[in-house]
C-alpha cells in the first residue's frame, strides 16, 4: 500500500525557514518524480518544485531561489527546504509521486506570519 506522509509544517513569522518532509513507502521510490504541491485558501493546487528519478529539478518561476527541493533515495524521503518565507506562502503542502500513476500525501500546513 502507498503511503506519502508529510512532515514539518507549522507556523513561522516571515522571513523564517521551515523544511518539510515527505515519506515514502509502498512503491519504487528511486523510479518516480516527486513533487510538492501548495492549495492556499480558496486557490487552486499549484505545483511548487519537483525532482525527477536522476535527481534534475525544477521550481515554479515564483519561487526559485527561496525553495529547495532534494531527495534521499535511501531514505525514500523528499524534502523542501523552503527560506525567506512570505505570508503569501501559506497554504497546505502536499508531497506527491509520479510515474505511471500519481499518489498524493495528506499535506501538511504552513502558516507564515506577518
Known amino acids: 500500500q502507498v503511503h506519502l506522509v508529510e512532515s514539518g509544517g507549522g507556523l513561522v513569522q516571515a522571513g523564517g525557514s521551515l523544511r518539510l518532509s515527505c515519506a515514502a513507502s509502498?512503491?519504487?521510490?528511486?523510479?518516480?518524480?516527486m513533487d510538492w504541491y501548495r492549495q492556499a485558501p480558496g486557490k487552486q493546487r499549484e505545483l511548487v518544485a519537483r525532482?525527477?528519478?536522476?535527481?534534475?529539478?525544477d521550481y515554479a518561476d515564483s519561487l526559485k531561489g527561496r525553495f529547495t527541493i532534494s531527495r534521499d533515495n535511501a531514505k525514500k524521503t523528499v524534502y523542501l527546504q523552503m527560506n525567506s518565507l512570505k505570508p503569501e506562502d501559506t497554504a497546505v503542502y502536499y508531497c506527491?509521486?509520479?510515474?505511471?500513476?500519481?499518489?498524493w500525501g495528506q499535506g501538511t500546513q504552513v502558516t507564515v506570519s506577518s
Open positions: 506527491s509521486a509520479v510515474s505511471s500513476f500519481r499518489y
Open positions: 525532482i525527477t528519478s536522476g535527481g534534475t529539478t
Open positions: 509502498g512503491f519504487t521510490f528511486d523510479y518516480y518524480t
